[in-house]
């Protein structure tokens, strides 16, 4: 497989509509002592952003507040997946920065926080512990399955690369000495 023979428009298609089908999104942050942290969040997409509203009370908020790196996972249900070890996922690398409350931008992106997961989130809002972060991506991969791996780039993520047009490679186990 190379990229004369994928269609690149598609495989873009297919990884927006694998993100785009879900309502939370997995989160890997890193704390100021270098500590990995595991964890989810509702978000919200708008204008090539994605945006979450998290509590204090969760790891991943001090984490992005002290050093505004996440990476953010898309991956297939498992009992939707042709094969277990080749689920599809998007992984994104971003940038997190915090949007200041009593700010128009705030205020926006509540909006339609309420629009997207309803009214429970003017409850939400009241509580001073939670932030709004836009986390912007600044490049990512897409596995749609084995050996189809793809890079994304560029500064509106509109690359789209193969990763390995040959495929996996496989090595007979070695002889052992009778």
Aim: with cysteine; net charge negative; charged share 25%.
């Amino acid at each position: 497989m190379n990229d004369k023979t994928i269609d690149l428009e598609q495989i873009r298609q297919n990884y927006s509509a694998l993100a785009q089908s879900f309502s939370s999104v997995l989160l890997a942050t890193v704390s100021a002592d270098g500590e990995p942290e595991a964890s989810y969040a509702a978000y919200l997409r708008h204008d090539g952003d994605y945006y979450i509203y998290v509590s204090e009370l969760s790891a991943h908020t001090r984490n992005l507040l002290d050093n505004g790196k996440v990476c953010l996972l898309f991956v297939e249900d498992e009992t939707k997946a042709a094969h277990l070890f080749a689920r599809q996922r998007v992984t994104y690398h971003c940038t997190a920065g915090e949007v200041e409350r009593d700010t128009e931008a705030f205020a926006y992106i509540m909006t339609l926080f309420e629009e997207k997961f309803g009214a429970f989130i003017r409850q939400l809002q009241k509580m001073q512990d939670f932030h709004l972060f836009r986390i912007q991506p600044q490049r990512g991969s897409f596995v749609q399955g084995f050996a189809k791996a793809f890079a994304i780039e560029g500064d509106d993520l509109s690359q789209v690369r193969h990763v390995n047009d040959v495929g996996h490679q496989t090595r007979e186990p070695a002889e052992v000495p009778a």
